[in-house]
T-cell receptor, first 111, second 116 residues
Framework: DAKTTQPTSMDCAEGRAANLPCNHS???????VYWYRQIHSQGPQYIIH???NNETNEMASLIITEDRKSSTLILPHATLRDTAVYYC????????????FGKGTRLHILP | KAGVTQTPRYLIKTRGQQVTLSCSPI?????VSWYQQTPGQGLQFLFE???????NKGNFPGRFSGRQFSNSRSEMNVSTLELGDSALYLC???????????????FGQGTRLTVV
């Protein structure tokens, strides 16, 4: 599976948009970009995924660059409950359900 | 609908003992995966079961094993426990259907195992 690079940590003011970048320069054409987050002491939570088009759901938006080498997860109005570690993952869908987690980005929402 | 349920939530065992952890997936989900999370190594994939068969395995010693029952419930077993096995063990379930929109994995709260 392709590897991803994320900043170790980020801060964001409550109420502002949190933009979390992810670099996946070696992504192949049939790999999807997935985002999960893990709030302290809980299991990871699925957020969103996409292939090449931008995606939006009730939790977040995912912006994937045209060359697919990077993406940004956007939490439009961050709250204190969004404080978590955010994992960017690339996966092929013609394989099993193995997920390779990196170190993720620790997002701190500041009051 | 009920989420992924892991039991027990907390466990303390002694070195050399064995332990069995249980995972009940979301109803209708046929794939169950297990992960180990430690502060040093992060989240690491252990193995995945689909329709009672192990479909993939991570790089863990043979002391770590698992199985899946016909109702998709899964158990993992660790034999001859070592201090380094202390970790949060997470179970995830999914439909196991590798089509877009059907691939999200849902995680349980985990079992925190402490080996003393």
């Amino acid at each position: 599976d392709a590897k991803t690079t994320q900043p170790t940590s980020m801060d964001c003011a409550e109420g502002r948009a949190a933009n979390l970048p992810c670099n996946h320069s070696t992504i192949s054409g049939n790999e999807y970009v997935y985002w999960y987050r893990q709030i302290h002491s809980q299991g990871p939570q699925y957020i969103i995924h996409g292939l090449k088009n931008n995606e939006t759901n009730e939790m977040a938006s995912l912006i994937i660059t045209e060359d697919r080498k990077s993406s940004t997860l956007i939490l439009p109005h961050a709250t204190l409950r969004d404080t978590a570690v955010y994992y960017c993952i690339v996966r092929m869908l013609n394989r099993d359900d193995k997920i390779i987690f990196g170190k993720g980005t620790r997002l701190h929402i500041l009051p | 609908k009920a989420g992924v349920t892991q039991t027990p939530r907390y466990l303390i065992k002694t070195r050399g003992q064995q332990v069995t952890l249980s995972c009940s997936p979301i109803s209708g989900h046929r794939s169950v995966s297990w992960y180990q999370q430690t502060p040093g190594q992060g989240l690491q994939f252990l193995f995945e079961y689909f329709s009672e068969t192990q479909r993939n395995k991570g790089n863990f010693p043979g002391r770590f094993s698992g199985r899946q029952f016909s109702n998709s419930r899964s158990e993992m077993n660790v034999s001859t426990l070592e201090l380094g096995d202390s970790a949060l063990y997470l179970c995830a379930s999914s439909l196991g259907d590798n089509r877009p929109g059907y691939t999200e994995a849902f995680f349980g709260q985990g079992t925190r195992l402490t080996v003393v």
